[in-house]
Each structure stands twice: as C-alpha cells, then as structure tokens.
T-cell receptor, first 112, second 115 residues
C-alpha cells in the first residue's frame, strides 16, 4: 500500500537558518503530494502541494519539488522564523483515492 | 475563513461518561467526512469515514461501539466517545474529503482529556 516516510524530528534551528525536511513516498501510479502544517493546539493546514512530476509547490517561503525519480518531496525554506515553529506532515493521495496517507510528522522549533 | 469547525475545542470528562464532538462543514455539503485521532508526537490515525444517510465505515482495529459516528446532515458529523477511559484521551480531528483541488480541509481539532 501507499506509505510516506518523513525525516525524524525534532528539528531545532536558529532564526534565519536553512530548513530541509526530507520526505519520501511509496505509491502506485501518480499520486498528488502535500505538505501540511500544524501549529500548537490546532488542526492541519495545507502548506503546499504538487500534483505531477517536476511540479514545485511553494507558499510562505517554503518550497518542495515532486521528484518521481527519487520518489521524494523534500520541504525547504531558505530562512526560517520563530513563527514557523510547528509540526510538518508530508502526505500523498493516490489518483482517485478518497483518503490521504500521512507521514509521522516532524516537529520544528525555531529559536530566536 | 474556516471551512470546517469543531465543537468543543477542549473537553475534560470523568471516566465512564460519554462525550460528543461535532464537526461542521461551513462552506460545502459533505456526503462523507473523515475522523482522525492524533496521539502526542504522532501522526494522524484515520478512525472512520462518516457517510451521510448510512453507516460509518470504520478502519481496522477501531471499536464501533466505542466510537459512535453519525452523519446527520450534509453539514454535520458527530463522534461520540462512549464510556470514556483515560486511554481515550487524545486529539480528535475531522476533515472533509479532498475536493476538486485535492486539498483536504481539516477541523481545528478537539482535545479530549478523560480523568
């Protein structure tokens, strides 16, 4: 079945540092890929998405590129802020699938 | 603005009581909704899919009699945790199914603490 593997956390960075959170997936066909963010005490919000190979999703300075050859969708940000502290989930949804498959989440803490 | 609301946001109850959590779709009519449970520092575990007008579909290992799900209308789904125990303490999140743009809208979650 489909699966998502995320870099284990927690990740602690200083403000303005470069962020990479690795995500690889296993799926049949051509899934859509997502990054969701969860702030403390809240539900998940879509951060960015990509629906086909080589697509780059971007939002709020975060980027991720759909790499079919390496089955990866790594999340990057050039300069993190304290307000980026949250849990980040990589997810995929197969073609015509009703449900998404989530990774285990990576907790990011950014210190001033 | 919010697409999905949940109520209550937090609830503390005594062991043995039942707790109802409401999930409302504010902008869309939803024939299905997903219910997830999230343990501390863990990912989301899909518990069940509620279906408007019919029985919910439960994931393997989820007790149907323990977690009662009702999809009363196209905008309301409820999860009732019956005879709650401390091990039921968790963060429960509902979600609309992915729509035309693939995005899955989540509710803000309900923190349940059973004493």
């Amino acid at each position: 079945g489909d699966s998502v593997t995320q870099m284990e956390g927690p990740v602690t960075l200083s403000e303005e540092a470069f962020l990479t959170i690795n995500c690889t997936y296993t799926a049949t066909g051509y899934p859509s890929l997502f990054w969701y963010v969860q702030y403390p005490g809240e539900g998940l919000q879509l951060l960015l998405k990509a629906t086909k190979a080589d697509d780059k999703g971007s939002n709020k300075g975060f980027e991720a590129t759909y790499r079919k050859e390496t089955t990866s969708f790594h999340l990057e940000k050039g300069s993190v802020q304290v307000s980026d502290s949250a849990v980040y989930f990589c997810a995929l949804r197969g073609y015509n699938a009703g449900k998404s498959t989530f990774g285990d989440g990576t907790t990011l803490t950014v210190k001033p | 603005g919010a697409v999905v609301s949940q109520h209550p946001s937090r609830v503390i109850c005594k062991s043995g009581t039942s707790v109802k959590i409401e999930c409302r779709s504010l902008d869309f009519q939803a024939t299905t909704m997903f219910w997830y449970r999230q343990f501390p520092k863990k990912s989301l575990m899909l518990m069940a899919t509620s279906n408007e007008g019919s029985k919910a579909t439960y994931e393997q290992g989820v007790e149907k009699d323990k977690f009662l799900i009702n999809h009363a209308s196209l905008t309301l789904s409820t999860l009732t945790v019956t005879s709650a125990h401390p091990e039921d303490s968790s963060f429960y999140i509902c979600s609309l199914p992915p729509g035309a743009y693939n995005e899955q809208f989540f509710g803000p979650g309900t923190r349940l603490t059973v004493l």
